[in-house]
């Protein structure tokens, strides 16, 4: 047992969900791991406490985790259908409503307005920065590696005997992606101590999750990360690795667009770069997601996108946008938000320049919007 990690806004987040018999959980659009753990470890907590508790998400689970969903009671995890009756009275009844992982309404799809019009109290436990303020108890902690460590403080705080089986597995899935396998800056001694003792409750053995979480790729899937590869162009000397999937991209591997997870990861991996950008065709637009190595906050740079996140972690969505041009107002962007050597920048930011030939060669190559 490590000392749990208490503070007045932790408490007020766990004193309402104590004293409620009924609870609605959210999180975010596209829910990850995080989101998913750390909705099911507080749930199943409430459940084993005689609470009645339901899931309520806008989006499915991704495939990747469909295990993790199987093993969870029947009844518990919903995807949101505007009518069903079962879900709207979940919500009329409910004496809290808890949204974790995301901090704005916008996030959380379909469910931020039903949370929002049910008049009930909206509680928040979350480790993204700036938060909107309509919650009306709010735990956040920018400093977590991920919404699932709160977590564990938020259930232990209640009683450590609750961090069984269950929502062991829950919480260190959460963990475990957020922080890429424990490698990202986020990770402290602290994560790895919250973990020690979540493996322990939990009688858990690491290597049977990570196998289901990431080696269950498909023929498709490693098609689609073939072709993703051969996308990857290094800008401003190195420093910054862009990546792309176009619709044609997903049509011909024949892979989920959820097999786009973690591709950014081999533009990081680049020798050299500071900063990764992948960028996601849609039909709607274009989906951005951010990272960074160290000390290069990238942000404000999806801010500047309508996105946001963390300092090593962020993402956007451009509505409406084309690939070509999305990509090149995101270059062009980049040497303010990522550390770019004076020198570079005076030879690359001539004005309103084009993408490269060899960036417009690839964007042809792979079918992508113009
Ligand atoms: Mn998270």
Redesign the pocket.
């Known amino acids: 047992m490590i000392p749990v990690r208490d503070s007045p806004d932790l408490a007020a987040v766990r004193d309402a969900l104590v004293a409620a018999d009924r609870v609605v959980i959210t999180t975010h659009l596209r829910p990850?791991g995080?989101?998913l753990g750390t909705e099911i470890a507080i749930g199943r907590a409430l459940r084993a406490l005689g609470k009645s508790v339901m899931i309520l998400n806008a989006d499915r689970v991704p495939r990747n985790q469909d295990w993790l969903a199987e093993e969870q009671p029947d009844g518990f995890l919903h995807v949101y259908e505007s009518g069903d009756l079962t879900q709207a009275e979940a919500v009329a009844r409910a004496d809290a409503l808890l949204v974790v992982?995301a901090n704005a309404q916008h996030r959380l799809g379909d469910v931020g307005g039903v949370f929002r019009k049910s008049g009930k109290p909206v509680l928040l436990l979350d480790?993204?920065p700036d938060p909107e303020t309509w919650f009306d108890a709010a735990c956040v902690r920018t400093d977590a590696a991920?919404?699932a460590e709160i977590a564990y403080d938020l259930i232990a705080g209640i009683d450590p005997e609750l961090i069984g089986r269950a929502v062991a597995t829950a919480l260190y899935v959460?963990i475990m992606t957020?922080t890429g396998s424990f490698r990202y800056s986020a990770t402290t001694p602290r994560t790895h101590a919250v973990v020690a003792d979540i493996l322990d409750r939990g009688d858990l053995r690491p290597e049977p999750i990570h196998v289901s979480i990431f080696d269950g790729r498909s023929r498709e899937g490693l098609a689609l990360l073939s072709s993703a590869l051969g996308t990857i162009t290094t800008h401003y000397d190195g420093r910054l690795a862009t990546l792309f999937v176009t619709q044609d991209m997903i049509r011909s591997s024949g892979a989920f667009f959820d097999e786009t997870e973690g591709l950014i990861n081999y533009g990081l991996a680049l020798d050299g770069v500071l900063a990764a950008v992948i960028f996601l065709e849609l039909p709607s637009g274009v989906k951005l997601s951010f990272r960074s190595k160290g000390d290069c906050p990238i942000n404000g740079w999806a801010t500047k996108f309508g996105g946001g996140g963390h300092p090593n972690a962020s993402g956007a969505f451009v509505k409406d946008g084309q690939l070509a041009r999305t990509m090149k107002q995101v270059i062009d962007a980049a040497p303010r938000h990522v550390a770019v050597d004076p020198h570079v920048l005076a030879n690359e930011e001539d004005g309103d320049r084009e993408l490269s030939d060899s960036d417009l060669a690839l964007l042809a190559q792979f079918g992508g919007s113009r």
């Open positions: 990850d995080d989101a992982d480790h993204h991920a919404a959460g957020d």
